[in-house]
């Protein structure tokens, strides 16, 4: 259907207005395809949504169109992330691999109950179980509390309750994460901490924040069933960590720089192309089997003045 909407002998016979909207649906797919050869999945589902107007779209249905929209925007990220595990590396079909990520078909039926692993799951879900190890992430502002409910005090209530019913399911050890920056919406943003920590005497936590790597970190409060009995002796430890130096992405490469990538190795920048979030670089590596790559730099991690 997609090669005849292409050919003005068949095209033709239809009225005027069928003819513009299958030329601009033919045409935006074209681009898609023109996109994906070398382009990160997110990239190629933004020109998507903003030449079709699909967020437009949603937005007139109401509040159900809004939700939508934030599955939308999740897929944006999960789809982000996606180009972020591959090192930054363009050229792989990097759609073929999300689409296999992200396939339907799960395997949780098939997982042994008693294997040694993490289990994951929604704190509503977690009602009526315990675990000796919890550990409670994203506690974030407009995350955990959800925005919607910073506006709604019955919301913020039951998000009150819900960070409560996931605390007390810790029968040893419950951490309890937020991080310093987010990738929402393909966008790397800063965060602030969940105001549902704030109530939480500072004497019964244990803070510890993690290395900073790619200008991003996280920090992490560790809470131990003594801690929670009032009277009960709590041990403090103090820590003391080293800050890495800012992201070496933030600056422009230029061409000719020596780099270093993670998977990659040593290399020198062949190319530039792009701003900002959409900077890409062409590296020429030293390791003959690899060769030359393109990559998007923010996700690439590129180490830079390396010999």
């Not at 382009?39 to 949603?58: F, N, P, Q, T, W």
């Not at 509040?63 to 929209?69: T, Y």
């Not at 960070?163 to 800063?190: C, M």
């Not at 970190?217 to 430890?237: C, H, I, K, Q, Y």
């Amino acid at each position: 259907m997609l090669a005849a909407a292409a050919r003005a002998d068949i095209a033709g016979t239809l009225r005027p207005a069928a003819q513009k909207g299958v030329a601009e649906f033919a045409a935006l797919i074209g681009r898609a395809r023109a996109l994906a050869a070398d382009a990160g999945v997110d990239e190629i589902l933004r020109a998507v949504i903003d030449e079709s107007k699909y967020a437009e779209h949603l937005r007139a249905e109401g509040p159900e169109g809004e939700e939508r929209l934030e599955n939308v925007r999740e897929l944006l990220t999960t789809a982000s992330e996606s180009v972020d595990d591959e090192g930054g590396e363009l050229g792989l079909t990097p759609l073929d691999h999300f689409l296999q990520r992200a396939t339907l078909v799960t395997d949780f039926d098939r997982l042994d109950p008693d294997a040694d692993a993490v289990t994951m799951m929604t704190l509503h879900n977690a009602k009526g179980l315990e675990f000796p190890v919890v550990f409670i992430t994203g506690l974030e502002e407009g995350l955990f509390p959800l925005r919607r409910a910073m506006d709604a005090p019955e919301e913020m209530e039951e998000e009150r309750r819900l960070f409560y019913v996931g605390i007390t399911r810790a029968e040893r050890k419950l951490y309890l994460t937020h991080a310093r920056s987010r990738r929402r919406n393909g966008e790397t943003l800063p965060s602030l901490p969940s105001s549902l920590l704030a109530p939480i005497p500072p004497e019964i936590l244990e803070e510890k924040s993690t290395i900073k790597l790619r200008a991003t970190g996280r920090a992490a409060f560790l809470v131990t069933p003594s801690m929670r009995r009032p009277g009960a002796p709590v041990e403090r430890r103090s820590f003391e960590f080293k800050e890495e130096e800012a992201s070496q992405d933030s600056p422009r490469l230029v061409k000719g720089e020596r780099v270093r990538h993670a998977k990659f190795g040593s290399g020198t920048v062949a190319e530039l192309a792009g701003t900002g979030r959409d900077c890409k670089v062409t590296v020429d590596f030293d390791d003959e089997t690899i060769g030359r790559k393109k990559l998007v730099v923010m996700h690439a991690g590129l180490e830079r003045g390396w010999e």
